[in-house]
């Protein structure tokens, strides 16, 4: 055994770690050692002295201590990471042929503070918190000996790092970071993994555009926020009569284009901020049969639901505005820190504010390869609702 640091609760908290909750907050604990250093392996015990597990300690965050093992004295080495790792592997071979989709889902995968995208024998790899960052190296030589990567690209860049006192960078740990062919649904996309969004690609949404696609034959379709063109390519391929990606991100709509053009389809790229060309569209009575708003996060933290939650509306109501009649209106929200109940009330309340009425045909999250952990909600992050207008 060795003498690491204890971490310990007070008298009757970690109800939820209890449970199997992965996070303890900073109120849960008996005295923070500040001594140590953000990222430290601790391990974590009840008042009563009671075995809780394993977890990365930081004491400038809200989340104190992030757990990754149930039992104490657990190692994040390299044999650690080589175990979770193909666990998630098999995993996502189940339901994908190809190897394009989300490796690690963070503590869906038993991995806090760590989230990886594959592509083909790219890996992008988004680290959030300093425990995971102390042990890059194993990770790295774990992700080296399971599927050789011909290059390995850290997007560690997300504004969450500040909060752990992480600095942000972008680096390629193996090879060199550029344009990569991405395959989905049966359609061939590019994605930027220096300097897109994210990890350059969004994953979650698989599913719900091959539901989108499978509606559009003999269809006309706006995209917006179409970023590389996700939702309208597919539609394209699906036999849309007419598809307009719709972006303020030029970079963004370039790529769509290229997308486009590999696949051998035709799509419209508009530059422009959605909610005034929205409205542009509104004034002149231009109308789609499948309208897709599939925006960046409005409500960042929860300071932010209020405000938040009425642009969510205000979308709704303009996205409305612009659908046919018997047209199909997808609203999405990748922001955790608005409940679906919340989101979908703002949707309806926006759509009815756009004088017409629905029926909500589809509910959905992320695809199976964004795994929820049961007793963290926040993993479940994205919602997306399909509805069908009068």
Known sequence: MSKRPVVTLKPKEG????????????????????????????????????????????????????????????????????????????LREQFYARPFYRLVHAEGDGLPGLVIDRFGDVLVVQ??????????AQLIAALNALLKPTTIILRNDTPSRALEGLPSYVRAELGSAGRVVVEENGARYFADLGSGQKTGWYYDQRDSRAFIAGLARGRSVLDAYSYTG??????????????ICLDSSEPALALAEESAAANRLSVR????????????????????DIVVADPPPFVKSKKDLEPGAKAYRKL???????????????????SHNIPLER????????????????SLIRTAGAGPDHPVHPMLPESAYLKALVYALD
């Not at 996700?230 to 598809?243: N, Y």
């Not at 703002?346 to 009425?357: K, M, T």
């Open 269 to 288: 790229a508009v530059k422009a901020d959605v909610f005034e060309e929205l409205t542009r569209l509104a004034t002149q009575k231009e109308k789609f």
């Open 127 to 136: 680290i959030t918190i300093a425990g995971m960052e102390l042990v890059l």
């Open 316 to 334: 709704a109501r303009l996205a409305a505005e612009v659908t046919a009649p018997n047209g199909i209106l997808l609203l999405a929200s990748c």
């Open 15 to 90: 109800r939820r770690a209890r449970a199997g909750a992965p996070w303890i907050f900073s109120n849960e604990v008996a005295g923070l050692p500040k001594e140590l250093p953000p990222g430290s392996v601790v391990d974590v015990k009840f008042d009563d002295g009671q075995p809780l597990g394993s977890g990365f300690f930081n004491p400038k965050s809200l989340i104190t201590v992030r757990l990754f093992a149930r039992t104490l004295d657990a190692n994040p080495n390299r044999k650690f990471f080589e175990r979770h790792l193909s666990r998630a592997l098999t």
């Open 343 to 358: 989101f979908a009330s703002e949707c309806a309340a926006g759509i009815s504010r756009g004088g017409r009425n629905a």
């Open 230 to 243: 996700g939702f309208g390519i597919l539609a394209a391929q699906g036999g849309a009569s007419e598809v």
